[in-house]
């Protein structure tokens, strides 16, 4: 009896309350994997959204400078812009159905701006607003604004 008192080792209960336990914070570890890397690809995603919209305003401003006439109609936050620009027609109107900005010219249309939910254009004593407004999937939303004066202005 003696003899079986001292040996050394480890019985199965407790080989089966180890492993349980390194279960539990192994499956523990791989779920703040999961959700930092579901974070991450959603601040991702916000940020190319956001960086989109940015340089699409930041090019309708600049074409709005250079250009010699400048024409807004359209509804509210899906409203078009159209300007002469070295005799060239460009438009920039917004999709209401799929939620893109498309830039057209006399060779064809393209995309310059997904998941936008308004882009609206307003004219005030010569000076022309634009304000383009998004949300990402699964991202708050977010407003740009710029004001740019053209050279000239008609509606």
């Known amino acids: 009896m003696e003899h079986l008192r001292n040996q050394e080792g480890s019985s ?6 180890g492993g349980v336990i390194a279960l539990i914070v192994v499956g523990a570890i791989i779920s703040l994997q999961i959700d930092a890397y579901r974070y ?5 995603s ?18 709005v400078r250079s250009a010699t006439q400048v024409s807004l109609s359209g509804a509210e936050c899906s409203g078009v812009l159209s300007l002469n620009a070295d005799g060239v027609l460009l438009v ?4 209401p159905d799929s939620r893109r900005v498309m830039r057209s010219d006399p060779t064809g249309s393209r995309v310059i701006g997904e998941q936008v939910d308004c882009l609206a254009f ?9 304000t383009w407004t998004g949300a990402p999937a699964n991202g708050s ?4 604004r710029s004001t740019v004066s053209p050279r000239v202005t008609t509606n």
């Open 92 to 95: 920039y109107s917004r999709d």
């Open 122 to 130: 307003r004219e005030d004593r010569g000076t022309l607003e634009v």
């Open 12 to 17: 199965l209960i407790e080989l089966v309350v």
């Open 46 to 63: 916000r940020y190319e959204v956001q960086l989109e919209a940015a340089n699409g305003l930041e090019r309708i401003v600049q074409e």
């Open 141 to 144: 939303a977010f407003t740009l």
């Open 40 to 44: 991450q690809h959603a601040d991702s």
